[in-house]
């Protein structure tokens, strides 16, 4: 899980630097790049919350 959310987050870091002037002048926002490693929650309690929200 660690290397897929390192590469998440270079590929969007490098989205970021090549194109994130374009995303924020088309979309008025600017792109988020994650830091990791991200937050994890159980499954059973990701459930729960995914349930909740519909």
Same mark, same amino acid.
């Given at each position: 899980?660690? #290397?897929?959310?390192?590469?998440?987050?270079?590929?969007?870091?490098? @989205?970021? @630097?090549?194109? *994130?002037?374009?995303?924020?002048?088309? $979309? *008025? @926002? $600017?792109? %988020?790049?994650?830091?990791? %490693? #991200? %937050?994890? $929650? %159980?499954?059973?309690?990701?459930?729960?919350?995914?349930?909740?929200? *519909?």
């Amino acid at each position: 899980m660690a #290397f897929e959310e390192e590469m998440l987050a270079h590929a969007l870091a490098r @989205v970021a @630097v090549v194109h *994130g002037h374009q995303i924020t002048e088309t $979309s *008025g @926002v $600017s792109l %988020p790049v994650p830091r990791t %490693p #991200f %937050p994890r $929650s %159980p499954l059973a309690e990701a459930t729960v919350l995914l349930r909740k929200r *519909g």
